[in-house]
């Protein structure tokens, strides 16, 4: 039984996009696995009394956040450029990665979905955009897109926005690794993508 | 002239402590010279209507902090025991290290008095407490405190603080680097010490 890493994001969050980008070929060279984990940020904020994203909320910190991710794009060698709208979640997209989790053409998508926003400064919200993103990962787009839209899979994203709040998910990116048996460690941000990496593969390298 | 951090930091401030607990070490062995800036985040926190610590009016997100400075310790072989109060701030402490701020002994009372609080569990807040800190750092300690609790000495915080609040820090701890001629750089918290540092010894490296 291999290792797991399981990788909570939400489209619109900028800090998920250089940790999307990476995870996969990060958890492969340390063998472990992805499970990805797309959910809604929307719910917890307001659940914690947040209007927006804290980063509109507070301009301080949305301005540091933008020169912060340019940096940190440009040290990890990805483009970047500044959305002309935030935040810009997608629906449509995190149903569609909810749904299909497993299928192996989803990591694709889903760092397609995330270059659209914050390379090409398209808007993912928009279905059309989605659906083009997704007919270049996978031959019958049109057909999958139905389905994500209907009962049982549209039900994916909603439990992983639930799982998210009762696990005490905060904010995205977040990592989760470890197993029932061991316990079950938490990282939060694309800081600690090594981390919870080095933690999913030697259990508790970290322990004090 | 050799290149120049400044570390904003706040004694309160759980993140400051292994960043204040490393900082001298680090950026000697880079040949920067530290420039050490207490500064209080309630004013801070209150202009963007917190009334108190993140951490505290989000239990989520504060169990987590919790959790993830106890691995950050234990990765940096350093001491920590969650303090019994939080947040535990230290005006006083914080008058004398801006007061005194160019002395070769400040670093070590900064030290030391992070340890007070988050190693020891003491309070901080109690000048009896910062007094016998004091005292263990540097000879004449009462004298340092009558003169750090009166003008013009005292109003070095506010000034700090104030400035701070120009600067749009928005948390502890926060770094800058460079200068007036090619601009500065901001980063803020401990996971970006070692970037603020590489930034400081040569000004660009990360840029795009």
């Known amino acids: 039984m291999s290792a797991t890493i399981e990788f909570w994001f939400e489209f619109a969050s900028s800090y998920s996009y250089p940790a999307a980008l990476r995870i996969e070929q990060a958890a492969q060279a340390g063998g472990v696995a992805v499970e990805w984990r797309p959910f809604l940020l929307g719910p917890i904020f307001r659940a914690q009394g947040y209007d927006s994203s804290p980063f509109v909320q507070y301009p301080a910190k949305g301005r540091y956040m933008w020169r912060d991710i340019e940096r940190l794009c440009a040290q990890q060698g990805i483009a970047f450029r500044r959305p002309s709208s935030f935040p810009r979640t997608s629906v449509l997209g995190a149903r569609l990665a909810a749904a299909y989790a497993g299928e192996p053409w989803v990591s694709g998508f889903v760092r397609a979905l995330y270059r659209a926003n914050f390379e090409h400064d398209r808007n993912i919200d928009a279905p059309e955009v989605v659906r083009e993103v997704l007919a270049a990962a996978v031959p019958d787009a049109a057909a999958r897109i139905d389905a994500a839209q209907a009962e049982p899979l ?55």
């Open 154 to 208: 549209k039900q994916r994203l909603r439990e992983n926005t639930e799982q998210a709040q009762a696990l005490g998910l905060f904010g995205a990116p977040s990592f989760r690794v470890g197993d029932a048996l061991s316990g079950y460690e938490l990282f939060w941000g694309n800081d600690r993508l090594d981390d919870a990496l080095a933690w999913a593969q030697h259990r508790h390298p970290l322990q004090c």
